[in-house]
């Protein structure tokens, strides 16, 4: 159990670029989410997955955000032409799910994205 | 929509102070609470998992409470110390999604 990495730590990107994420969660995980945080603020849902299927994304994801998570392992979020307003940290969580104590959420240390 | 509120928003404390964190949620059909802690431009550390059958868990100086009928939650430190200094976060989990208030951030200073 080597916790849930992320992929890069920092991205910085000019305004207008495609940047792409790695989440990989820790295995036997069913679920996965996608939250986003920016400065002094909690973490805000994006998107869930229960294995591979995508259960629901929130309306803070535009048509320029697309997830996935292949075969139900590890997952990839992608933001085409960015815009500065996407500047945030980008954190992937994973648990068992279920229920109970299953729902315990374990979080990635995040991708922290710059648009300049 | 399950809106979170956390007071105080910031709290600075001499080492060895027990201290309150407060936590309120707007929907108090949950299934469970999560208190988390984040350091600085880090990701969140799960500190407590309440289920919404339980009144109260604890784990070594923490202990957390959980009122879901009144929709609050309190998180208690006791003898706090320099490293507990960070973000302390709590997240209500209903409709499959854990909602987030904007945390305390607490200062234990030496």
């Known amino acids: 159990d080597t916790g849930v990495s992320q992929d890069p730590r920092h991205k910085i990107t000019k305004r207008g670029q495609n940047v792409t994420f790695r989440c990989d969660p820790i295995?036997?995980?069913?679920?996965l989410y996608w939250y986003r945080q920016t400065l002094g603020q909690g973490p805000e849902f994006l998107t869930y997955?229960?294995?591979?299927?995508?259960?629901?994304k929130s309306r803070l994801l535009s048509d320029r955000f697309s997830a996935e998570r292949p075969k139900g392992s590890f997952s990839t979020l992608e933001i085409q032409r960015t815009e500065q307003g996407d500047s945030a940290m980008y954190l992937c969580?994973?648990?068992?799910?279920?229920?109970?104590?299953?729902?315990?959420?374990?979080f990635g240390s995040g991708t922290q994205l710059s648009v300049l | 929509k399950q809106e979170v509120t956390q007071i105080p928003a910031a709290l600075s404390v001499p080492e060895g102070e027990n201290l309150v964190l407060n936590c309120s949620f707007t929907?108090?059909?949950?299934?469970?609470l999560q208190w988390f802690r984040q350091d600085p431009g880090k990701g969140l550390t799960s500190l407590l998992l309440?289920?919404?059958?339980?009144r109260e868990q604890t784990s070594g100086r923490l202990n957390a409470s959980l009122d879901k009928s009144s929709g609050r939650s309190t998180l208690y430190i006791a003898a706090s110390q320099p490293g507990d200094s960070a973000t302390y976060l709590c997240?209500?989990?209903?409709?499959?999604?854990?909602?987030f208030g904007s945390g305390t951030k607490l200062n234990v200073k030496p």
């Open positions: 929907d108090s059909a949950i299934y469970n």
């Open positions: 969580a994973s648990s068992l799910g279920g229920g109970g104590l299953n729902e315990k959420l374990f």
């Open positions: 997955f229960q294995n591979e299927a995508q259960l629901e």
């Open positions: 997240a209500p989990y209903n409709f499959n999604k854990f909602y």
């Open positions: 295995s036997e995980h069913n679920r």
């Open positions: 309440i289920q919404s059958s339980q």
